[in-house]
């Protein structure tokens, strides 16, 4: 034994001693061999609910005449809203802008012609069958903007946890594949790493605002506003050990 080894206490050599004891089985296990793979796994789903955004936009020469016939209009259109047993706490005004409107002539000149007020609504809906009949409504009111209508799940637990599933089991399979054609033995999993999870969500255009506002006297049209799917997607890393070899 060494001089320092010699005098150094009990306790501290037997620490050193457990280190250097470990160290070679950490190496051991950095040096296993892995298969790294990823996997991808989709959920398809119905939804079951809507946010509904609509716009209120008044034009007047005065600015206190916009803003007023702007707050008119709007309580007309969050009345036919009401009017369908929308909760109140399911609607709100996000915003009101005023702003001056200009006319330019041939030399690029503008003269003012009045003002431009718009307020932006949004509806949370939970009821997809009176979607038709809301927008008809609040179109016919006094909405003249129908700015997007994007569909949503009220629970989206059991479909992501539908992808997750579907991605793991696609991983296990790419790597158990890989290690056969390579004439190698799949073992445990070493790591499991989630990298994505996202939610594709259907959406009405506002192409479809237009047609909505053409025929807002006539009975709302079901087919207009079919929601479609959503689909759930979700990645997945897996790192999987390799088997060692029996016959060596």
């Known amino acids: ?36 793979v990823s996997g991808e796994g989709t959920a398809t789903a119905q939804p079951d609910q809507a946010v509904v955004r609509f716009g209120v936009v008044t034009q007047a020469q005065a600015a206190e005449k916009a803003r007023t016939q702007n707050a008119t209009a709007a309580k007309k259109a ?23 409107r200009y006319e330019y002539d041939d030399e690029d000149e503008r003269t003012l012609v009045g003002y431009e007020a718009t307020r932006q609504v949004v509806v949370e809906l939970g009821r997809l069958e009176v979607l038709p009949q809301l927008v008809a409504d609040v179109v016919e009111s006094g909405a003249n903007r129908l700015s997007n209508i994007s569909y949503q799940l009220s629970d989206r637990t059991q479909f992501r946890n539908e992808a997750l599933r579907k991605a793991a089991r696609a991983a296990r399979n790419k790597a158990r594949l890989l290690a056969e054609t390579l004439d190698a033995e799949l073992g445990p999993v070493h790591a499991i790493n989630e990298q994505s999870f996202d939610f594709v969500r259907p959406q009405v255009k506002t192409a479809r605002a237009g047609m909505a506002k053409a025929t807002s006297g006539a009975q709302a049209d079901p087919e207009a506003y079919a929601a479609g799917e959503i689909e759930v997607s979700a990645q997945v890393q897996v790192v999987f050990n390799l088997a060692a070899d029996q016959s060596q």
């Open 1 to 36: 034994m060494s001089r320092v080894l010699r005098f150094l206490p009990l306790a501290v050599l037997s620490l050193l001693l457990a280190v250097l004891a470990v160290v070679p089985a950490a190496a051991q296990d950095d040096d296993r061999s892995t298969v790294t």
């Open 78 to 100: 969050m009345n036919a809203v009401r009017a369908l047993d929308v909760p109140e706490e399911k609607m709100r005004m996000e915003s009101l802008r005023l702003q001056p």
